[in-house]
């Protein structure tokens, strides 16, 4: 069902300095930066590598509020990875899936993420306390 793990989301709380300490210590480069304020993040999709199924990123998350996923993962555990989003071809199939094994889906429709990807997120207590989404990467133009 997933072809890939399509980014790393992690927490900071500063996003510029991230960015910064991304591109000197590890050489990664901002392919996209966007707010999506329903989530309440600031983000930056920094690109670890290209491949003609779909990139990996890394995607740097700073809350843009306090009470908003980022915001209290922040306040509870600090920075660090956040979740793991995994490519899949179809993300509504995906979805009938996993929800059809007892999974609790944190979005039951998939809704717009980075990059023009449709995605949906799986409720981490019912996925081993990782934080799950599942990403359907925009057609290729
Ligand atoms: N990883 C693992 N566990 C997490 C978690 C995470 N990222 N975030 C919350 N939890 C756990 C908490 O530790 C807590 O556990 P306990 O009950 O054992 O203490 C429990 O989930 C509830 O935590 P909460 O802070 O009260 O959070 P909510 O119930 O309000 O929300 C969740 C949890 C998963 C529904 C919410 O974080 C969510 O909707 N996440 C998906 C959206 C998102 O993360 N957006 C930002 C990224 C956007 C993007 O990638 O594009
Ligand atoms: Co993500």
């Not at 069902?1 to 300490?21: C, N, P, Q, S, Y």
């Not at 210590?25 to 901002?30: T, Y």
């Not at 990875?81 to 995994?86: A, E, F, S």
Request: charged share 20%; hydrophobic share 40%; aromatic share 6%.
């Amino acid at each position: 069902m997933f072809t890939r793990i399509d980014h790393v989301g992690v927490a900071v709380r500063d996003l510029e300095k991230a960015v910064a300490w991304y591109e000197t210590n590890f050489g990664l480069s901002v392919v996209a930066r966007e707010s999506h304020e329903e989530q309440g993040v600031h983000e930056a999709m920094m690109q670890v590598a290209q491949a003609p199924a779909g990139g990996s990123y890394v995607q740097l998350l700073q809350p843009s509020r306090e009470d908003s996923p980022v915001g209290k993962f922040l306040a509870r555990n600090g920075e660090g990875v956040h979740h793991i989003g995994y490519g899949v071809v179809d993300v509504e199939a995906a979805l009938a899936d996993i929800g059809g094994k007892g999974i609790r889906l944190v979005d039951a429709r998939p809704r717009h993420g980075s990059m023009g990807a449709s995605i949906a997120f799986l409720h981490p207590k019912d996925t081993g306390g990782v934080l799950t989404e599942l990403v359907e990467a925009a057609p290729r133009a």
